[in-house]
Each structure stands twice: as structure tokens, then as C-alpha cells.
């Protein structure tokens, strides 16, 4: 077995940080662009939209525990983790274009093209899960030390927000959202059909390095020491062991409520950029691209500040300027200090600049987050290895996922009542002022009240770098 004490080369950090950029290119374009795709390209209703991708988050969320525990229990020479990342990845890729093509045949009613899109998306997350659940796992394993866990974490979350900003920032605002004229149009269909192809091709080259330039990595599963019970009764004292784990649920609550602000924010920013702040294409691509640069300066940022006033501060760091962020839109945007367009400065304004720069303040506040929450699970993970014998990282990375999905999921369902309660009306790009002006309240402020309550979660958390020097000792 390899000995995973040393440090990790940057070079094979990088090579799996890959695997995020596939996942980036779908989900992220996903929780981006779906809503447009639906409520603008398809005319679908709000409140229907907010149905087709809640349910397949929470079926998403189901199966994730379940496939953590299948891929903890794989006993095969390639590993636990590298057959699941492979073939879950493959068949991602297949289904990935169907959720952006909707053939003819279902589009006969606004019914069909509901039931068409919650299959296609409930066939996509279980080949999600298949993938995502053992790659997360996978990151755990690579290292075992403190610090270097907050820097494989980091990396992975920087590529993630990398391939965001090239492809959701940038190219699909300047390519694929646009009119014959170069004009912003978000309601051509086939424009999102030439995305999905496209990102589905990069998708399935990402996958494919991923897994075999971490193939130093595998390690002969077959002759594992633990054992575990891959019954049913196995499965259920294994979910029931994690969820009474008091770190871990901290850790759980803490992601799975911060999660909540992300998906309000980021489901219903794009709306703002289009109606409230009136931006153009351009200014939409900058402002867009402006907060994943943001987070990926925060989760560049992560390790280094963690690993130098620890993992729980750096939480707190990243959540006050999240809440800042947010609050200092309201008070300039709101308020009227600052209206849309005010002070022109060539092709932009005064105002829009304004905007992108607290947008990516908040990015950038969340960016420090993530890294700091997987690099968490991890150390928790270990722990319980060490207290128990039994590898559980694929089942706690598992188990993290699901109470994010399942929160996000809830919170999917709120954005698309939302949308129908504001009044706002689908299939035009522009919307009445009082129905955009509630729109930007209300991202600012779901933003900044799940991101408070997620806060207080995580206050008693007592794992930090002492604490697992003393587990490691105590138990050599």
C-alpha cells in the first residue's frame, strides 16, 4: 500500500482536480442556465421548473449514502473507487445532452416537456452519483496529512470554478446565448442543444485523464484487512453510525444550510443580471465571470489561511464576508443609492461595476468555505477509521452530499415559487421594475439569512490540528 503520509505531488493534485471540471461543466451550467432554459427557451412555468430540478436533486440525494456504501464495500484490484469513476462517468456523459435537447415528440404540451425533463434529470443524477461520490472519496485517500487535505481541497475547488468561468462565464454568454446578431437572446432552444453537445464531448475527456492519471492511486481492494458488512442491516448501521457522529453532523448542517444561500443566490442572479441590472451581454459575461473568480480566489486562499489559524476560523472568515457582501448590495442597490446603469463609463457603468465587485465578494467569502468544510469530512472520516478500522470516506462524503442535496432540493422548489409569487412572467427576456426589484431583495436577503444560520452550526465543532495530532498519537 502506498504510504500516504508524504506529501502529495502538485501534479497529481491537478490531474484529479480535473474530475471537478467535468462536474463543473455540468452542474454548475445546470444551476446556472436551466432555469433560462426552461422558463425562457420552453416556456415552462416557474413553478415547474422549480419541480423538474428539485426532484432529481432529492432523488440525487437518496441514492448518494447508497452508492458511498457500494463503493466503501468494492473489493476489486483496480480499487474502490476507479471502476465507479469511470463507468459512472461514461454513462454521465451520455445523458448529459438530453438534458438540454428536448426532441419534438415531447414538446406536444407543456405536461410532456415536464415529465420528459424530470427523466432524463433523474437518470443523469444517478450516473452523478455513480461518478462524483467514489471521485470525492478518491480525494480523501490521496493524502493523510492536515494541511495538504485543505490544499487537495483547495485545488479542486479553483479547477471547478476555472472551467465555470471559462464555460458558463464566459463562452456560454458569448456563444451560445446570443442571436444571429450577436445580441443577447435566452429563448433559442437549439442554442442550448449545440451547449450540451460541446460540454458533454469536453465532460467525457476530463473524466478520462482523471481516471488515468490517478491510477498510482488504485489500491488492490481485494486485499483489504477490513471488513465490512454489505447487507442491508450493514447499510443501515453504517448511515446510522455517521448521523449520530456529533463533528460530522455539525459539519453536515453547517454545509448542508450554506448551501441553501448558494442556491438562492446563484439560481436567482442571473435573473437580476438580465432584468434588474439591465447588463448586456458583455457585462453579463464580466459580472458572471467576476464572482467565479472570486471563489476561486477564496478556495485558493482556503488552505493557506487554515493552515494558518485553522479550519474553523477560516469558516467564520469566509462566512462574514459572504454576509458583507450581501448586505452592502442592499444597501447601495435597494436603497437606490446606486440605480441600474448610473455613471456610464464607456460600454459599462458606475453601477455594474459596483455589482460585479460585491457579487464576487460573496463568491469569494463562499470560495473559502468549501474547501475548508470537504478538508473537515475528511479529518472526521479518519478519526473514525482510526477509532473503528473501517475505510468509511466514500460513505462520508456520501452522506455529506445528501444533506446538500436535500436542502438545495427544498431550496430549488422556494426559487421556483418564488418566481411565480413576484409575478414574474416567462418567456421574455425583460420583466416589469417592481417584479425585478423583489427579485434582487430576495436574493440578498435568503443569501444572508441561511449564511447566518449556517454559522451557528459549526460554533461547538472541536476538531482541529492539536486535536487530530492527539487522535494519531493515542492510537500509534
Not at 406536444?108 to 461518478?131: D, E, G, K
Not at 438562492?264 to 437580476?272: A, K, R
Not at 443569501?447 to 487522535?471: D, H, Q, S, W
Amino acid at each position: 500500500m502506498m504510504d500516504k503520509t508524504t506529501k502529495t505531488p502538485f501534479l497529481h493534485i491537478f490531474s484529479y482536480s480535473l474530475g471537478d471540471g467535468a462536474f463543473s461543466l455540468m452542474m454548475n451550467t445546470i444551476w446556472g442556465f436551466a432555469m433560462f432554459f426552461y422558463t425562457q427557451a420552453l416556456g415552462i412555468r416557474p413553478e415547474l421548473t422549480g419541480l423538474i430540478l428539485a426532484l432529481p436533486m432529492f432523488w440525487d440525494a437518496i441514492i448518494d449514502p447508497i452508492m458511498g456504501f457500494i463503493t466503501d464495500a468494492t473489493r476489486s484490484r483496480f480499487g474502490t473507487r476507479h471502476p465507479h469513476i469511470l463507468v459512472g462517468g461514461v454513462l454521465l456523459v451520455l445523458s448529459n445532452f438530453f438534458l438540454w435537447y428536448v426532441p419534438n415528440v415531447f414538446q406536444t404540451s407543456q405536461m410532456s416537456m415536464v415529465i420528459y425533463l424530470i427523466v432524463v434529470n433523474l437518470i443523469s443524477r444517478t450516473f452523478l452519483a455513480w461518478y462524483y461520490v467514489p471521485y470525492i472519496a478518491l480525494g480523501f485517500e490521496i493524502s493523510s496529512d492536515y494541511s495538504q487535505r485543505s490544499k487537495i481541497q483547495s485545488v479542486r475547488c479553483i479547477t471547478n470554478m476555472v472551467f465555470n468561468l471559462l464555460f458558463s462565464g464566459i463562452l456560454v454568454w458569448r456563444v451560445f446565448l446570443v442571436n444571429s446578431e450577436g445580441g443577447r437572446d435566452t429563448t433559442i432552444q437549439e442554442n442550448y442543444a449545440r451547449m450540451g453537445f460541446w460540454f458533454s464531448i469536453i465532460i467525457l475527456i476530463l473524466i478520462l485523464i482523471t481516471v488515468f492519471s490517478t491510477k498510482k492511486y488504485i489500491v488492490d481492494s481485494r486485499k483489504s484487512s477490513s471488513v465490512m458488512d454489505k447487507s442491508l442491516n450493514g447499510f443501515v448501521r453504517d448511515m446510522r453510525g455517521i448521523f449520530r457522529d456529533r463533528n460530522a453532523l455539525s459539519v453536515f448542517l453547517f454545509y448542508c444550510t450554506v448551501s441553501c444561500s448558494f442556491v438562492f443566490v446563484s439560481s436567482i442572479q442571473m435573473y437580476v443580471y438580465i432584468s434588474f441590472m439591465d447588463l448586456t451581454p458583455s457585462e453579463a459575461s464580466y459580472t458572471h465571470s467576476s464572482g467565479m473568480i472570486g471563489f476561486a480566489l477564496g478556495s485558493l486562499l482556503a488552505g493557506a489561511i487554515a493552515r494558518k489559524i485553522d479550519k474553523k476560523q477560516t469558516i467564520y472568515i469566509g462566512a462574514a464576508i459572504n454576509i458583507l457582501a450581501n448586505i452592502s448590495l442592499g444597501l447601495i442597490f435597494l436603497t437606490g443609492l446606486l440605480n441600474p446603469r448610473m455613471f456610464p463609463v464607456g460600454e459599462t457603468s458606475v453601477a455594474s461595476i459596483v455589482f460585479g465587485f460585491f457579487q464576487a465578494s460573496y463568491w469569494f467569502g463562499s470560495g473559502l468555505l468549501l474547501p475548508v468544510i470537504f478538508s473537515m469530512v475528511a479529518d472526521i472520516s479518519e478519526i473514525n477509521r482510526i477509532k473503528t478500522g473501517l475505510n468509511k470516506d466514500g460513505s462520508y462524503s456520501a452522506v455529506l452530499a445528501f444533506m446538500m442535496k436535500i436542502s438545495s432540493s427544498i431550496a430549488l422548489i422556494f426559487v421556483g415559487k418564488i418566481l411565480a409569487y413576484i409575478g414574474f412572467v416567462v418567456g421574455q427576456d425583460a420583466q416589469y421594475p417592481d417584479v425585478t426589484y423583489r427579485l434582487t431583495k430576495m436574493m440578498i436577503f435568503l443569501g444572508i439569512f441561511f449564511t447566518v444560520l449556517a454559522v451557528f452550526f459549526i460554533v461547538k465543532y472541536p476538531i482541529n490540528r492539536k486535536f487530530m495530532e492527539k487522535i494519531r498519537s493515542e492510537n500509534l
